[in-house]
């Protein structure tokens, strides 16, 4: 069975950062692409960055390119998600995602002063 756990989130000040992991179990995660999604109160999924199954192709939503890093350490089964200069739109919950096969639980992120 396909597992996916998010960490990571918390309250922190716009303009701050924050470093969320999505630990993967169940599957040969080294062989799957994996994305990163939102969901803001009240609103729906949101895409927002996507790496290839080895790591070296990654694509960004609009809103977060240049602050946001996705990142994959396939030996440890693990995804990651580096945010910086985080806004207050950046709240949401954040889900990693294996296409329609499996998300996770979801980490809360909240940016706030």
């Known amino acids: 069975e396909m597992q996916l756990v998010e960490s990571g989130g918390g309250l922190v000040q716009p303009g701050g950062s924050l470093r969320l992991s999505c630990a993967a179990s169940?599957?040969?995660?080294?062989?799957?692409?994996i994305s990163w999604v939102r969901q803001a109160p009240g609103q729906g999924l949101e895409w927002v960055s996507w790496?290839?199954?080895?790591?070296?192709?990654?694509q960004y939503a609009d809103s977060v390119k240049g602050r946001f890093a996705i990142s994959r350490d396939n030996a440890k089964n693990t995804l990651y998600l580096q945010m910086n200069s985080l806004k207050t739109e950046d709240t949401a919950v954040y889900y990693c995602?294996?296409?329609?096969?499996?998300r996770g639980q979801g980490t809360q992120v909240t940016v706030s002063s």
């Open positions: 169940g599957f040969s995660f080294s062989t799957y692409a």
């Open positions: 995602r294996v296409g329609t096969l499996a």
């Open positions: 790496i290839s199954s080895g790591g070296d192709s990654t």
